[in-house]
């Protein structure tokens, strides 16, 4: 190395460690990934698809032997017929997404440079009804958009999330996503990361606090059996129970969220319409 | 004063925030054992051990020997009244700074903390 660029290197080398300004995305992820190494030196972070039942192995053999029949089943029926009645125009909404909706949700949700925005899966579909004729669905209505993604999400089971933050209008939506994720809220003061970066594994009652890595990989759940609860909606369930009257689904600062949000499970396999308690 | 500072708080609590996440005024007969251990109220074995307490949380440390890590009671106090003051990353609601109890309440459940 010559005399001009030693001290080059070591000075952008130094940058880099140094700057917090310069950590991105994927730094952010790969710093999570290591606070929960850290944290949890022993656990295989490929099983926190499963949510908080990664740390109960009671639990996950149960959650097991219940998804081979789960008490949902009807309402999966109903989800399928939904997705393949045609819109007014005649074309479904295989006609209408990307690859016929097929392995698609890990890249959602994405940020569409034309628009300036995050664009969810559930955007996508309500684009592709009122292109079609039809009039847009509220955002986490379980028994419209949610019964609908419940099947369309599972089109993509087995696929890895894979959210891209590319150029500075991306960047700085999931700047704004990270920041809901850190800032407390509520009259009980807590941040998402309180209970699910820095409390993941420990209890609140008998409750495991699930981590945030792998957390958007499974929805829309089934609880309590056939209770459809979209991630959004579970975003604003979450603002209620620290005493925070939370914004509505669909809303700018939850797309945000979900962006920063699905990139912390970025690589982690895709399964939708899964049972939790 | 502290009369006056608490009514003015609970003046602007009340304009701030809407009537529901107000502190509710304490039932007659609430012990600091039922302000500790109730969902609306405390709720500390939400996060901590407490001794009588079923099902406890793992987030914070389990409340035992509190007279020994806080022999004055107005500490400990503080400590319940907003956390955050001692330490900005703890997860441990500011009960008074928010307004989630009301002062009787508080006092109860100080007085039963300090007990354990």
């Not at chain 1, 008490?71 to 074309?91: D, H, I, N």
């Not at chain 1, 939370?246 to 939708?272: F, K, V």
């Not at chain 2, 008074?96 to 007990?115: N, R, S, Y």
């Amino acid at each position: 190395m010559n005399k001009i660029a030693y001290p080059l290197a070591l000075f952008c080398g130094l940058l880099a460690v140094a700057s917090p300004a310069l950590a991105g995305p994927e730094e952010d992820r790969q710093a999570m990934v290591k606070h929960f190494k850290d944290a949890y030196p022993k656990m295989d972070q490929a099983n926190f698809i499963y949510g908080a039942l990664a740390f109960n192995q009671d639990a996950l053999n149960q959650y097991k032997s219940i998804m081979e029949f789960p008490p949902y089943v009807e309402e999966m029926e109903k989800a399928e017929k939904l997705w393949k009645t045609p819109m007014k125009s005649g074309k479904t909404y295989a006609d209408c997404l990307p690859n016929g909706g097929k392995m698609i949700a890990g890249n959602y949700p994405l940020f569409d440079n034309a628009k300036g925005k995050v664009v969810t899966l559930e955007m996508a579909v309500n684009d592709c009804r009122t292109a079609n004729g039809e009039e847009a669905w509220k955002y986490g209505d379980p028994k419209t958009m949610g019964l609908l993604t419940a099947h369309l999400r599972t089109l993509s089971d087995g696929m890895k999330v894979n959210i891209k933050v590319e150029g500075p209008a991306a960047t700085k939506a999931y700047e704004d996503g990270k920041k809901t994720w850190y800032q407390r809220k509520g009259q009980l003061n807590f941040s998402c990361a309180s209970c699910h970066t820095y409390g993941a594994g420990d209890k609140v009652r008998s409750e495991i606090l699930s981590p945030v890595i792998g957390q958007t990989t499974h929805w829309p759940v089934f609880r309590a059996g056939t209770n459809l609860v979209t991630l959004q909606t579970r975003y604003k369930g979450c603002n209620g129970s620290v005493r925070h009257v939370g914004a509505d689904p669909g809303h700018e600062i939850w797309n945000n969220l979900e962006y920063y949000h699905s990139y912390m499970s970025n690589g982690l396999p895709m399964q939708a319409s899964v049972f939790r308690k | 004063m502290h009369i006056k500072h608490l009514s003015g708080a609970l003046v602007l609590a009340a304009c701030l925030v809407t009537p529901a996440l107000a502190a509710e005024p304490a039932k007659p007969g609430l012990t600091g054992k039922d302000i500790a251990f109730q969902l609306p109220k405390g709720n500390c074995l939400a996060c901590h051990a407490i001794a009588g307490g079923e099902q406890p949380g793992t987030l914070g440390p389990e409340l035992k020997d509190m007279k020994a890590r806080f022999p004055d009671k107005k500490e400990l106090a503080a400590h319940i009244a907003d956390q955050t003051a001692f330490n900005p990353y703890s997860a441990m609601p500011p009960f008074m700074k928010h307004g989630a109890l009301t002062q009787e309440e508080f006092d109860k459940l100080v007085d039963f903390i300090h007990g354990l």
